[in-house]
């Protein structure tokens, strides 16, 4: 009897062995072939090679390449790419090296803390590259050279990462990614808002656009962004406000008189690649004059995530709103008689306001309450909206009807989190570069029409709470606030309670000072004074929908006891 049961156990155990072996053959092959499957062929050289040889040389403050330059002015990098593909591409590697280096290795830091697990990163990454397999025939091939040619220009110092060039060509995806995502947390806390201004609403009638790039990323993508002048050769030359190595762009305006921005859209995971919307965003700059050729490169483009964008044109005195998704793209204009015109996260044209992903994300986010907000300002600016006047808008921090909520918080214009901001003069050619932090420092001014021409006498100076101490006191209050939640996680109540009144202390009114307190005080048993707490939370106003439903659950369930 014991024989017949250690047979049986062995026969089970060696199947066993023998599908988990299969299994995992499978598992290895599929991987195999998925990474076989997302080789990227770069793009074929011209037969003329000579600037690949050519090295940087220091002259006149500036750094050359051939027929482009890398300076500073004001404190920000700037850099200056003129030529052919392969030549803007290999001076913009060789000119921009050291920050595409931090840039790429700070980003992977952000990847990896997020998903710390080595063989769940490693498989997150073989997924993208599977499904990013076949981005390279939705890059215009111009622009896929300019990339490649970035590659030999730079040093790769993460082989271990993979192919150089397939690495920064997804890159130039990572945008549109994180649309992908703007339901997770991480992403849906941040957002960005535009605006155009024109005719009336304008001090001298010039059309005057402005926004803030909101992206709770890797410090390094505020501190290292770059002011980018292209000149391509047959192409409208353009300027925007971006980072090393990105030949796409998410903010900027050309020389005739055309700019665009890009918000993210409530969007899902698609089932199809497509094109970057970046490098649809470079295509208008390089290729429209006007908004009927703009609005046809971006109708005709196959992208595969949701977007609003803001476009001007100083041909048609206007801007327009285009919400584009990868099977709609609709175009809103300002009301009739109206001479402004507000760029928020959310649809708001018949066929897509209506969607459940967007009525859901227009009632648990913040775009809702940004863009009530600016359209405020423009109300009370109206016929005085300048430069100044537009960057004064970007660093609001009150909310709808103008209570000031505390800073930080993320249904303010200005809650600390932008990446760039930029102010755009279509009428004049003058773009505009806020200098870190976020859209705090001083924007400085740039004539696309004359790289050269320096514009001090414009620059728009820094914010205030720059040099008054709050902007310091904010920060310390933000470490605070995450100190308290880690200690609270511990169990260690008494510091948890003590980080809480202490951000408090540095960032009166602020929410989650009372929101981090009042857990503190339901873990030890003081009900009446966490309820007390919970309530103030609240009339201080919660940024989303599940913080205000969480805040008041907690509040039921303290008064509950009491």
């Known amino acids: 009897m014991k024989t017949s049961v250690v047979k049986r156990l062995f026969k089970w155990v060696k199947r066993l062995v023998i599908c988990t072996f299969i299994f995992a053959l499978v598992i290895l092959l599929v991987l195999a072939w998925m990474i076989h499957a997302s080789v990227v062929v770069p793009p074929p050289l011209p037969s003329d090679k000579s600037v690949l040889a050519l090295k940087p040389e220091t ?41 595409m280096h931090t840039l790429e290795t700070e980003f992977m830091q952000m990847v990896q803390g997020y998903v710390p697990q080595h063989w769940l990163m490693e498989g997150l990454k073989n997924y993208v590259l599977f499904r990013n397999r076949h981005l390279s025939e939705f890059v215009p091939e111009d622009y896929r050279l300019e990339i490649y040619a970035t590659t030999l220009g730079c040093q790769d110092i993460h082989p271990e990462e993979g192919n150089f060039y397939r690495r920064l060509l997804n890159y130039h995806a ?10 997770n947390p991480f992403i849906s806390k941040a957002g960005c808002t535009a605006f155009g201004a024109w005719g009336g609403a304008t001090t ?43 030949k ?23 089932n199809t690649i497509g094109t970057p919307v970046a490098i649809v965003a470079r295509e208008v700059l390089e290729k429209a004059h006007n908004l009927e050729e703009a609005l046809k490169i971006v109708r005709d483009a196959n992208v595969f995530v949701s977007t609003i964008w803001l476009i001007g044109s100083r041909a048609d005195g206007k801007f327009v709103v285009v919400e584009k998704t990868p099977a709609v793209m609709n175009v809103r204009e300002a009301e009739a008689g109206g001479d402004s ?16 992903r967007n009525t859901n994300y227009m009632a648990e986010a913040t775009s809702v309450s940004r863009e009530a907000r600016m359209l405020e300002l423009l109300k009370q600016n109206h016929g005085t909206i300048d430069p100044l006047h537009a960057a004064d808008m970007l660093r609001d921090r009150k909310l709808p009807g103008g209570a000031f909520p505390g800073d930080g918080h993320r249904s303010t214009l200005n809650a600390f989190i932008a990446t760039h901001a930029v102010v ?17 420092g001083k924007f400085v001014a740039f004539d696309v029409n004359d790289f050269n021409h320096e514009l001090p006498e414009l ?56 929101y981090l307190e009042g857990r503190v005080l339901l873990a030890q048993g003081k009900r009446e004074e966490a309820a007390q707490a919970f309530g103030r939370a609240l009339t201080e106003q919660p940024a989303f929908l599940k913080e205000k439903q969480d805040l008041e659950e907690l509040l039921r369930r303290a008064k509950a006891a009491n």
Not at 341 to 356: Q, R, S, W, Y
Request: proline share 5%.
């Open 459 to 514: 620059t728009v100076p820094a914010d205030e709470i720059l040099t008054s101490g709050e902007f310091e006191h904010v920060k310390q209050a933000r470490q605070f606030l995450k100190a308290g939640q880690r200690a609270l996680k511990e169990h260690d109540l008494e510091s948890g309670l003590d980080f809480a009144k202490k951000a408090e202390a540095l960032n009166p009114g602020f929410y989650e000072n009372a």
């Open 204 to 246: 001298n009638g010039h059309l005057i656009a402005g926004r803030n790039f909101d992206w709770e990323a890797a410090e390094v993508f505020s501190r290292d962004r770059v002011v980018e002048m292209f000149e391509p050769d047959g192409g409208i030359p353009f300027i925007s406000l971006s980072w090393a190595g990105m």
């Open 341 to 356: 015109i507000v760029c928020p996260n959310h649809f708001e044209t018949a066929d897509l306001k209506d969607g459940e």
């Open 59 to 99: 002259r006149d403050g500036k750094m050359f390449l051939g027929k482009s330059w890398r300076s500073e002015r004001e404190g920000l990098p700037v850099v200056y790419l003129k030529g052919s593909p392969l030549e803007i591409g290999f001076a913009d590697g060789a000119l921009m090296q050291d920050k």
């Open 248 to 270: 796409g762009v998410v903010s900027g305006m050309n020389r005739a008189g055309v700019s665009v921005t890009i918000n993210g859209a409530p969007s899902k995971l698609p």
């Open 424 to 440: 755009m003069d279509l009428t004049s050619g003058i773009f505009w570069a806020a200098s870190p932090p976020n859209q705090l």
């Open 174 to 183: 990572a945008h549109d990614v994180s649309y992908m995502m703007i339901d």
